[in-house]
């Protein structure tokens, strides 16, 4: 495969996961990467400079070009020097595929202010920071006359976008936010060349989702296995692939499944326009409109896959966690 030679991508989060595997699928592409990632745990603390080099070391050893990184993404000038690192390296930077998240996992009433903010700075200012870096960059190279095919894929997740999944109120609200930036930007960087699309990954095996029960179980040997996070590195290369069209979509992956998302749109309306509603009235129109109620539609999609049968077990399971987390 050479679909990406002479393309340089910087992927955040590549030292496991989804980003790893991403990163090994680019490099056998062709392209040159850069592998982002401070080796740190779920919740963000720590760090080990190994995690980021044991990939690049992989890529090489089969042949490809890869260079570590261990900086930040919610460090200024770490998202700046990543940036700088891919140029310095190969001469270029065509895309950046931002990943890296970390997650921390409780209850509302449970959840600290340091919690909610280092989620939040991983997941939804580090993707910011980084795509600010590299279009500065890209945006002087338009100015010195030099106008390429550049990309960004942002990563989101079903939590925040599709399914409101209790004890992640951080993770949930970063995703949306990711979510939204990828169509504003989108909008904003088609006058530099710049696609920006946004993959969001399901029941994928991660670090993350391995406590989620039947996330263990694989397919037989030598059958396409829906939960490896290799199911979504193809999607994230067609993205940052030369001549792709696609700008502004947000992307679902499940399994070999890939679904556009439309977000939110607008449902049916009540009007009134000679005089202010009173609230006996909105209480007996607003109530006659088809209203979903969150909890059902995670029931369906949530409890299904965990085998839990019917919307009141699902709730009491969801509620009895909630009280644990």
Known sequence: ???????????????????RAEALYLASCGANVVVNDPGVEIDGRGGDEGVAAAVADEIRARGGRAVADTGSVTDWVDAQRMVELAVAEFGDLHAVVNNATIEVNKGLERLTEAEFDDVVAVKLKGTFAVSRWATEYWRGQVDDGVRTDRAIVNTASGSGLLNPLP????????????AAMTTVHAVELRRL???????SPSMVRTRLTNPVPGMDQAPPEGELDPKDPAVVAPLVAYLVSEGCPLTGQVLSVRGGSIAVNHGWTRGEQINKDSELWTVPELAENLTALPLEDPFDRLAIAVGGALGIDGRDAFEAMVNAELDKS
Not at 193 to 199: S, T
């Open 1 to 19: 495969m050479g679909e990406l030679t002479g393309r340089t991508v910087l992927v955040t989060g590549a030292g496991r996961g989804i980003g």
């Open 167 to 178: 004890t992640q109120t951080n993770y949930a609200a970063a995703n949306a936010g990711v």
């Open 193 to 199: 060349g710049v696609r920006v699309n946004c993959v």
